[in-house]
Structure formats: structure tokens, C-alpha cells
């Protein structure tokens, strides 16, 4: 059974210029999945930073293909580049060793190994990944793991950081945010 994302379309007129946007649902268990599935490939030097760059860039790619991302997370632009939000509050979580439900579920199947400055993930236990993903948001994974797994912090800092969705992020004049969201 493929589990697909919530999705919310709306669409607003005002003073004549219509708008449509299209919003999906986060999917913790899929974006679990996903975390793991990273996990369990041979990615070298797996933080934070690189989990929540290589999640971002695995639903860009398969929002681009297909028309919808696997996670359904909120975008935001950060200072370090495009952050999928609730990937990185659990993963944050994770590393405080917050007693929360998403917390223990993650906590099944990833590792940390904190003897590095910025603490790295080892996948301990797969998720069943047929259930959570399917075979095309696999095959997205597959790619942007083998694409930038081995990138260091300046190559994907740089690479996100040049996406037109996160100069447009910080350029936008009506953002009331630190950290503005990502269209």
C-alpha cells in the first residue's frame, strides 16, 4: 500500500491578480523513511546538515519529476541553506534526547555517533520501505545520495544556496520571518 501525502490546492483573487498554491502534508513515518533510507547508504559524514540537505534535495527532485515531494515538509530558507522543518526540529530533538513520540521512532532505527564535533546518524534498523516509499521516491533517493553523498558542507552549502527558491526566500520584501519559507 503506497501511503501519498495530504494535499491542500487553493486558490484567491484580490484586486484582480489570482493566485494558486498547492500545499502538501508533512508525513512523518514517510519522512522517517526517508531519513533511514539515507541512512543505509554510503554517505560519508551523515550530521544533520547533510540529512536535512540530502531530504530537501531528494523532494525537490521528485516534486520536479513527479509533482509532489515524498515528505511533504515545510521548506524554510535558513541561513545555511533550504531546511525541510520538521525533518530538522525531530533530528534537533533527536540529538537532545527529547522524550517525544517521533523521538523514539527515529531513535529506533538510527544511531549517533557523537564523537565527531557535529554528531553523525547510522542507520541501526531499516524501515519497511515499500510500505513508506514508493518505487520512483526510492529511485529520487537513490539519486541525490549518489549525486551528493559525498558532498562536503561547502559543496552543498553552495549548491542550495544558488537554488532561485532560496535567493527568492530572503528576497521576498513582505517576509516577516528569520527563516522565510520556500515557494
Excluded at 523532494?59 to 530538522?88: E, N, Q
Excluded at 552543498?156 to 515557494?183: C, I
Amino acid at each position: 500500500m503506497l501511503r501519498i501525502s495530504a494535499v491542500q490546492i487553493r486558490h484567491e483573487c484580490t484586486q484582480g491578480r489570482c493566485v494558486m498554491s498547492v500545499q502538501f502534508s508533512f508525513d512523518f513515518d514517510r519522512a522517517l523513511a526517508a531519513m533511514v533510507y539515507i541512512a543505509s547508504k554510503p554517505v560519508t559524514s551523515l550530521d544533520t546538515y547533510k540529512l536535512c540537505k540530502l531530504v530537501f534535495l531528494s523532494d525537490k527532485l521528485h516534486t520536479v519529476r513527479f509533482g509532489r515531494p515524498i515528505t511533504g515538509d515545510v521548506l524554510r530558507a535558513m541561513d545555511y541553506g533550504p531546511v525541510p522543518s520538521a525533518v530538522y526540529d525531530v533530528l534537533k530533538a533527536f540529538l537532545a534526547d527529547e522524550e517525544n513520540e517521533r523521538v523514539h521512532s527515529l531513535s529506533e532505527h538510527l544511531s549517533v555517533d557523537r564523537s565527531y564535533q557535529y554528531p553523525r546518524f547510522q542507520m541501526t534498523r531499516p524501515v519497511d520501505f515499500p510500505y513508506f516509499l514508493s518505487a520512483s521516491e526510492m529511485q529520487a533517493l537513490d539519486e541525490v545520495t549518489a549525486a551528493h553523498g559525498g558532498k562536503t558542507f561547502d559543496e552543498l552549502y553552495t549548491l542550495t544556496h544558488g537554488m532561485p527558491a532560496y535567493t527568492n526566500a530572503w528576497q521576498d520584501p513582505d517576509r516577516t520571518s528569520r527563516s522565510p519559507l520556500m515557494s
